[in-house]
């Protein structure tokens, strides 16, 4: 089992920034690949970002590319996601995801955060 916590969401004004971060925790693996999604109201949830534990390779969504960041530190088994430029239509509440495959598929994840809400007003 794998325990996810995201934290760090919130409310903040168009072109402002804000950084999640995603504390894993149990039977964390270096052959996880983690994931960030989202899931608006009304809306399925949506692929963000993914880096992999052990290469540290990136993909993001077309919508985020050159405005958010997905990092690790492994030392800390934690992920984080620095948001930039960010837009109302960015607001969501995201959630943090370990998974076997490398893939943007939801189901292709096994472990769930909580989520955290992260609102952008304009």
């Known amino acids: 089992q794998v325990q996810l916590v995201e934290s760090g969401g919130g409310l903040v004004q168009a072109g402002g920034s804000l950084r999640l971060s995603c504390a894993a925790s149990?039977?964390?693996?270096?052959?996880?690949?983690m994931g960030w999604f989202r899931q608006a109201p009304g809306k399925e949830r949506e692929f963000v970002a993914l880096?992999?534990?052990?290469?540290?390779?990136?993909y993001y969504a077309d919508s985020v590319k050159g405005r958010f960041t997905i990092s690790t530190e492994n030392a800390k088994n934690t992920m984080y996601l620095q948001m930039n430029s960010l837009k109302p239509e960015d607001t969501a509440v995201y959630y943090c995801?370990?998974?076997?495959?490398?893939?943007?598929?939801?189901?292709?994840?096994?472990?769930w955060g909580q989520g955290t809400q992260v609102t952008v007003s304009s």
């Open positions: 149990g039977r964390t693996s270096s052959r996880y690949t």
């Open positions: 995801a370990a998974g076997r495959a490398v893939g943007v598929s939801p189901r292709e994840y096994g472990y």
């Open positions: 880096i992999t534990w052990s290469g540290g390779a990136e």
